[in-house]
């Protein structure tokens, strides 16, 4: 369609105006001037044609690119922290949200197509300077922890009250909002996070979010507000675990939290990603600038392969709801380094809060810890993680190994010890008894470390009464046994021993 219309010559003006007008087109001066205002009106015309289809033919291209990209190779935007995310608790690797594929519903019709649940959520705005997504996620707990002991003694001989209970709560809500802008390499993520267990605690509403922006498929350089990509949950996973906003034991002791900083993430070979990031603290939401120390030294760093089929499902997290008919794999290595100050940690029931305890759950910087008049003032923290995990037709098995060192004290008064090493082991399975439908799943971890060996088991089913990821229903069963973790917006309990009952209703898109 583009150039069918030129500038028509003398001769060609003759005929068209002889043709219209019924005489030669010079002999009319008058009849002349109409020819060639129509004739310029044409032109414009075709100009803004020529113009739309040229603008058409971009985007077509920008849609192009971001179907070709790997659904493994896009950022959990949608949690933010914990992705916070995506977190916001993503985030996988690397970022940009790829063109979703037709989700269907339970009848199989599918959804419309401004509505693109995972990846993006419903689509506001896509236009050629940009996109606007939106997407929520939320969950209500029903929570009863009246069977477990009413007093814990720690490995001190100290004996505390535990506060039990019994209640109904709208646990969380994240509320996402993501595109690009300008460049669709160029991409921005705005959240607001709210950890409604915690009303009037330090960090209960977060408002945070990231810009990155990708150089090419193996650099994709990111700030503001992310995940240290210490253990497999902290790499974009969130939220697709068997657990509706939980992680075992031994994962949340030992795993690092989120925090400003700057990192790159990036496709090295099919199947084969990483993240390096450099931040603040092991966990900053809670923590303002001024309690932050100068030295900007906490490194995590992961790498990840998924060998045979080159992806895990969505985010490479728990569960195999898509039933895979060829055996999958992934092998992860994860290493993070901070040096802590007893100022930079959050409070105990801060959002996704990332205290570094002692294995009897008592708080390392707590003045008094160790049973002594002395307090440490900094710490030195490093952690390894190795994970390993399988899917197959609905079957999915993973382990993980977790080890931590704290040593360098800095301490005022007397404290018994000039390091430690704590590891742990944890173990998931689960099934899907009805394909897309029912699920069962036992998660297992346990801590060995100089002040106890703490464990947990769960026992838990998920139902998706739609079909699909949008709406999960879930029961579960927690034992734990003198528990090393626990904050209000989790199950777990500092020093719980016996069984823990909650059910959730979590909706995601």
Known sequence: MRHLLSRPSAALLVFIGTFIYGGPLLADTQTERAILERLTALEQNQRKLEEELQAKDRRILELEQRLGESPETTNQAHHPVAGVVAVPEATPAIAAAPAAVQQKSADGKDLPDRFKPGAQGFVIADTPMGSLNFGAWAYTRYLNQNALDNTYTDSFGRTFDLDLRNDIQFNKVNLTFNGWVYDPDFRYLLYTWTNNTSQGDGAQVVVAGNFKYRFNKALDVGVGIDALPGTRSMYGTFPYWNKVDMRTMADEFFRPSYTTGIWSAGELDKGLTYKLMLGNNLSQLGVNAAKLDGDLDTWSGRIQWQPTTGEFGPGGGGGDFEMHEQLATQLGLSATYSREDRQSQPGVDDVNNSQIRLSDGTRLFLPGAFATDGAIERATYQMLSADAGLKYQGFELSAAYYARWLDSFKAEGEIPEEDLFDYGVELQTSYMFMPRTLQGYIASSQIFGDYG?????????????????????????????????????????????????????????
Request: net charge negative.
């Open 453 to 509: 060996n703490p464990w947990d088991t769960a026992v838990g089913v998920n139902w998706f009464p739609m079909g699909n990821r949008l709406l999960r229903l879930n029961g579960e069963i927690l034992y734990t046994q003198d528990s090393a973790v626990g904050n209000s917006s989790a199950p777990y309990l500092v020093g719980g021993d016996g069984a823990a009952l909650n059910t959730n209703v979590e909706m995601k898109f």
